[in-house]
């Protein structure tokens, strides 16, 4: 059972899930932000990963990625920032993005460092289900990542069931299909 998997089996209800963008708000605050996010409560955390075209992202997410990138912050430096992130961190971390970087950056190669820092999942709303079936999927598994699908209220019931069947630790249910990270 995966680290995911057992803190939905614990929590059941109630759980914290908080998303960080890396290397915000400076270059090297990934580890302190979620330390803290851990001491004060969190049950799970994503971080984001800055891309430079974040479609699917609205303002207060583009504006984090866009300081985090002209901090320096590239996946590179992310996983070096990691690199210790088992040493204090107890509770189930993904990364969250988009697939160019980690096409750009190798796939396999992402995945085997992302499981190498003790990174639990990943989250790339893009990656399709047809190439998770036919390429990506099995990378993924083969370096013991859970891969998170998303859902929307507009994603048909059959959709949804073959997602969850693809899914590990979890099925994310978005609330609405629009940008993520919209002001209040």
């Known amino acids: ?12 209800t109630k759980l914290l899930n908080v998303y960080c963008t890396a290397g915000y708000p400076k270059p090297d605050s990934t580890m302190s ?9 969190a049950d799970m955390i994503e971080i984001g990963m800055p891309y430079s075209d974040p479609l699917a992202d ?12 002209a901090n ?3 996946i590179a430096k992310l996983f070096e920032q990691l690199k210790d ?4 961190i107890h509770i189930p971390v993904v990364l969250m993005g988009y697939m160019n970087p980690a096409l750009q950056y190798g796939f396999e190669k992402f995945c085997a460092a992302a499981a190498s820092v003790g990174i639990d999942g990943l989250i790339l709303p893009d990656l399709p289900m047809y190439e998770f079936e036919t390429e990506y ?4 598994k083969r370096h013991g990542l ?3 699908f998303l859902v929307t209220p507009e994603t048909t019931d059959e959709r949804i069931k073959k997602l969850d069947g693809l899914s590990s630790g979890f099925l994310y249910a978005v609330s609405s299909s629009s940008t993520t990270g919209n002001e209040i």
């Open 85 to 88: 992130l088992r040493k204090e």
């Open 137 to 140: 999927g099995a990378i993924i």
């Open 146 to 148: 859970d891969f998170i």
């Open 72 to 74: 320096g912050m590239t």
């Open 33 to 41: 932000v979620i330390k803290a996010l851990q001491d004060n409560g």
């Open 58 to 69: 609205g303002p207060v997410i583009q504006h984090s990625g866009s300081i985090a990138i």
């Open 1 to 12: 059972m995966s680290r995911i998997e057992e803190t939905f089996r614990i929590k059941r």
